[in-house]
């Protein structure tokens, strides 16, 4: 006879014989590890489907479709977190500053880059959403999600052509950066259904306008980060 257990102090839960526990394994638990991040299918599939057509495949994301990708949040924040440990690892470019509180400010950049990728992901998502928003009907927050995954590819296609970055600068770097804006104009291409001409011109501005912001933003918190260190020091 089996019993339900109860969330009762000090009371023992008794266990059908027919209900086998299967002990832990290394395949049970790289199994769990996987679909944890989802990477037996859903991540290698998500970049293959956004290679295809990405219009196609988030649209149908934003619809109904929603077990054709993985987790937008989870799609980006995995891509940024393999971008960022093989940027900081195999980037050996040393920055020269001059002042103590730039160079304290860099280490801090550094350390919190992946924050500051999400909110390159977040302004780019609003100037995309002010100037597609009337047409396609999209609100912010799609917009967004559309932005995690374009960008979120735009990394792993950073991922995988970082040797040529590394090895011939600064001809490598400039072809990664026309990559990743051929992405994201092949990208909006397909998802939205505007004229070419517009949507490259909206797409073009919606990233340097966010590029802008991420600047300013930057700039901002570091002068803020230096008067306060001088007022401390003071």
């Known amino acids: 006879m089996s019993y339900l257990p109860k969330l009762k102090d000090n009371e023992v839960v008794k266990i059908s014989e027919k ?12 199994n769990q590890v996987f679909q944890f991040f989802n990477l037996e299918k859903g991540f290698l599939n998500t970049i293959k489907l956004l ?30 977190s393999l971008f960022i440990f093989v940027f900081l690892k195999f980037n050996t470019q040393e920055t020269s500053l001059n ?50 995954f374009v960008m979120g590819q735009v990394l792993v296609l950073g991922l995988i052509f970082f040797p040529l970055a590394l090895h011939f600068k600064p001809y490598g770097e400039l072809f990664v950066n026309l990559v990743s804006l051929a992405y994201f104009l092949y990208a909006y291409i397909s998802f939205f259904k505007q004229s070419y001409f517009v949507i490259i011109l909206k ?7 966010g ?22 020091e003071a």
């Open 203 to 209: 797409t073009i501005a919606s990233i340097i306008l």
């Open 99 to 148: 002042r103590p509180e730039a160079e304290e400010f860099a280490k801090i950049f550094y350390n919190y880059l992946s924050f500051w990728i999400v909110l390159f992901a977040v302004f780019i998502s609003f100037f995309s959403y002010w100037f597609f928003r009337k047409k396609s009907g999209y609100n912010l927050v799609e917009n967004l999600i559309l932005n995690l």
């Open 19 to 30: 209900n086998e526990i299967k002990r832990f394994t290394f395949s049970s638990l790289s």
């Open 211 to 232: 590029v802008l912001l991420m600047a300013i933003t930057t700039v901002s918190i570091g002068v803020t980060y230096g008067l306060f260190l001088a007022y401390l």
């Open 51 to 80: 290679i295809q057509n990405p219009g196609k495949h988030i649209q149908a994301y934003l619809s109904i479709h929603r077990d054709r990708l993985v987790n937008p949040f989870k799609f980006y924040f995995v891509s940024a």
